[in-house]
């Protein structure tokens, strides 16, 4: 070994692998690199993986089936030790063909942010419960007063990105409407762009006149939510004593 460090021979890892059965990596399949929400999973998966011996190889489908699916035959081609694996949906064809590809391999797999369940003993699934966390939303909102909400989203964004942002405003304005939240089409706040989208939406916010805006806006996801809250700061709109 010391011999090896004075040299500066780096061993041959792929030859490794075909000799102990083990490539001592884990593949990790993110929707997209821009979305804040991953970076302490990936700090925390990388702190867990150096304790034990093991890499991360991390690639992005950017809500691409075609990419996904050639990333995680990557990973099987590689012989990863398991995959964790956040879908860009889990309900089409291409979904299941790609858990059949995983389990033929025998590798072992965790799925976040699905949101049915799968009844395997390689699956290992954080699962996500659009409709109750978005009623909790709706409820927490009302029990702050708010009667007067507006919600923003990217329905037009496009791809499974835009469908997911679809299925949201829907699953909103159900449990607002349930709950007898008013929420009027003029409040619906909508962009072709969730991660920087909502520096814009702030400035359509705070075009209507101060008594006739929204008291509270529902972000349908996280990075709309961080953009509105720079815009509204920007335009000097306090966050939340002037909009929730």
């Known amino acids: ?126 699962r996500v419960d659009n409709k109750q966390a978005l009623t909790l939303g709706v409820d927490y909102l009302l029990a702050l007063g708010h009667a007067q909400t507006g919600i923003a989203t990217a329905t037009t964004s496009g791809g499974r990105r835009g469908e997911l942002h679809q299925a949201r405003l829907k699953q909103i304005q159900t449990a607002a409407k349930t709950r007898g939240m008013r929420i009027s089409e003029e409040f619906i706040f909508d962009t072709s762009d969730n991660a920087y989208g909502g520096v814009e939406l702030a400035k359509r916010v705070v075009n209507i006149p101060k008594a006739q805006r929204p008291t509270a806006i529902f972000a349908a996801d996280d990075m709309l939510a961080r953009g509105l809250i720079a815009g509204l700061t920007c335009l000097d709109v306090n966050v939340p004593p002037e909009i929730s």
């Open 1 to 126: 070994l010391k011999a090896a460090d004075e040299l500066g021979y780096v061993r041959n890892e792929t030859a490794r692998t075909l000799v102990s059965g083990k490539a001592h990596a884990i593949g990790v399949l993110l929707t997209s690199m821009e979305n804040a929400f991953f970076a302490p999973m990936l700090n925390e998966m990388s702190t867990i993986g150096d304790a034990r011996g093991y890499s991360l190889s991390t690639s992005f489908s950017f809500w691409d089936t075609e990419r996904e699916t050639r990333r995680l035959k990557s990973f099987c081609g590689r012989r990863y030790d398991g995959i964790i694996w956040v879908p860009s949906t889990s309900t089409d064809e291409r979904f299941a063909r790609n858990i059949e590809l995983i389990e033929s391999m025998n590798i072992p797999y965790a799925l976040l942010g699905t949101n049915e369940p799968l009844t395997s003993a390689k699956c290992c699934q954080v």
